[in-house]
Nanobody, 122 residues
Framework: EVQLVESGGGLVQAGGSLRLSCAAS????????ISWFRQAPGKEREGISC????????VYADSVKGRFTISRDNAKNTAYLTMNSLKPEDTAIYYC???????????????WGQGTQVTVSS
């Protein structure tokens, strides 16, 4: 059974940092792309970063480029999202998702975690 479990969310002041973790099980982790999405109340889900399962290439949304870093530790079956210089507009539920090899749009990701809340106070 494919399982993704996010952790690391919380309340932080603007300008602060958090590191989210996505612990995976039930599949060959190193072969899968891991993507982070977020959804704020009343807003559409936004894809913010992805790391491929082939060469580890990464992509970022413009809204987080230069502030967030995605990484993975295949030995620990865990992906991370390090978030620096957080802004109130980063407040959302953050989800990780897995897909074989390549990054893609949200609709192409079949496995999702339950999400972790990130709240950034001004």
């Amino acid at each position: 059974e494919v399982q993704l479990v996010e952790s690391g969310g919380g309340l932080v002041q603007a300008g602060g940092s958090l590191r989210l973790s996505c612990a995976a099980s039930g599949f060959i982790f190193e072969d899968y792309a891991i993507s982070w999405f977020r959804q704020a109340p009343g807003k559409e889900r936004e894809g913010i970063s992805c790391i491929s399962g082939s060469d580890g290439s990464t992509v970022y949304a413009d809204s987080v480029k230069g502030r967030f870093t995605i990484s993975r530790d295949n030995a620990k079956n865990t992906a991370y999202l390090t978030m620096n210089s957080l802004k109130p507009e980063d407040t959302a539920i953050y989800y990780c998702a897995a897909r074989y090899v390549m990054c893609a749009d949200a609709s192409d990701f079949g496995s999702w975690g339950q999400g972790t809340q990130v709240t950034v106070s001004s």
